[in-house]
């Protein structure tokens, strides 16, 4: 499977830490980096790296494309070993868009495909299959989104415009889906984007109780 992950030039630990994970996982092999957009601008730089991506992908041929940010890790093998002979079933079927590998949202409808759940509101960007054809559709969203993240948001609430919070509204007409068991998350690490050390994954185990 082709695709990119993406990557701050500054951030030479995480770009060891993926390389080491394509040498571990063969199903990572063809994701190649993508030099990530630095911006000051609270999420600027992760939604212009983003739309580089599915622009690039854009330009490809392939069915489908995996986009990955380089905190990604896998803490259940036998879960992803799973995930990947399942995922083999059903890679061409139709009825599915998105395939998001650290689901973050409202499970919509259980074993909409077997061993898959449809989930609405993700708001994990961290990695994610898409189907070529639907990123003609994302893309624009990802725009507009970026666009109001230069314009600034002021609150209340979360920040409509940040990647994993303006495709909320496509998923509730689109097929977004996650494997039933949880295999990945974010390396817990410092956050060029929170200015922080973050820890999310306690979220991401806790799926299956949404």
Same mark, same amino acid.
């Given at each position: 499977? %082709?695709? &990119?992950?993406?990557?701050?030039?500054?951030?030479?630990?995480?770009? @060891?830490?993926?390389?080491?994970?394509?040498?571990? +996982?063969?199903?990572?092999?063809?994701?190649?980096?993508?030099?990530?957009?630095?911006?000051?601008?609270?999420?600027?730089?992760?939604?212009?790296?983003?739309? %580089?991506?599915? @622009?690039?992908?854009?330009?490809?041929? *392939?069915?489908?494309?995996?986009?990955?940010?380089?905190?990604? +890790?896998?803490? $259940?093998?036998?879960?992803?070993?799973?995930?990947?002979?399942? &995922? *083999?079933?059903?890679?061409?079927?139709?009825?599915?868009?998105?395939?998001?590998?650290?689901?973050?949202?409202?499970?919509?409808?259980k074993n909409f495909?077997?061993? &898959? $759940?449809?989930?609405?509101? %993700?708001?994990?960007?961290?990695?994610?299959?898409?189907?070529?054809?639907f990123i003609k559709?994302?893309?624009?969203?990802?725009?507009?989104?970026?666009?109001?993240?230069?314009?600034?948001?002021?609150?209340?609430?979360? $920040?409509p415009y940040c990647?994993?919070?303006?495709?909320?509204?496509?998923?509730?007409? @689109?097929?977004?889906?996650?494997?039933?068991?949880?295999?990945?998350?974010?390396?817990?690490?410092?956050?060029?984007? *929170?200015?922080?050390?973050?820890?999310?994954?306690?979220?991401?185990?806790?799926?299956?109780?949404?």
């Amino acid at each position: 499977m %082709n695709g &990119f992950y993406i990557n701050l030039a500054h951030r030479t630990d995480r770009r @060891s830490h993926f390389e080491k994970l394509k040498n571990d +996982f063969p199903f990572f092999k063809n994701i190649k980096r993508m030099e990530a957009v630095y911006s000051k601008q609270y999420g600027v730089g992760c939604a212009a790296s983003h739309i %580089n991506c599915l @622009s690039e992908c854009q330009k490809q041929s *392939e069915p489908y494309y995996l986009i990955m940010e380089d905190d990604f +890790f896998i803490f $259940n093998k036998t879960h992803f070993n799973n995930f990947t002979k399942e &995922f *083999e079933k059903i890679k061409d079927d139709k009825d599915w868009d998105v395939i998001t590998l650290t689901p973050r949202g409202k499970t919509q409808i259980k074993n909409f495909k077997p061993y &898959f $759940n449809k989930i609405i509101y %993700n708001q994990a960007a961290t990695a994610y299959i898409i189907k070529s054809d639907f990123i003609k559709k994302l893309l624009p969203i990802m725009q507009n989104g970026l666009k109001g993240l230069q314009n600034g948001y002021q609150g209340p609430g979360p $920040n409509p415009y940040c990647t994993d919070q303006c495709w909320k509204p496509i998923q509730l007409e @689109s097929n977004w889906l996650y494997f039933h068991q949880i295999f990945g998350g974010q390396i817990p690490s410092y956050s060029d984007i *929170e200015g922080r050390v973050v820890n999310y994954n306690k979220r991401f185990l806790e799926q299956y109780n949404y």
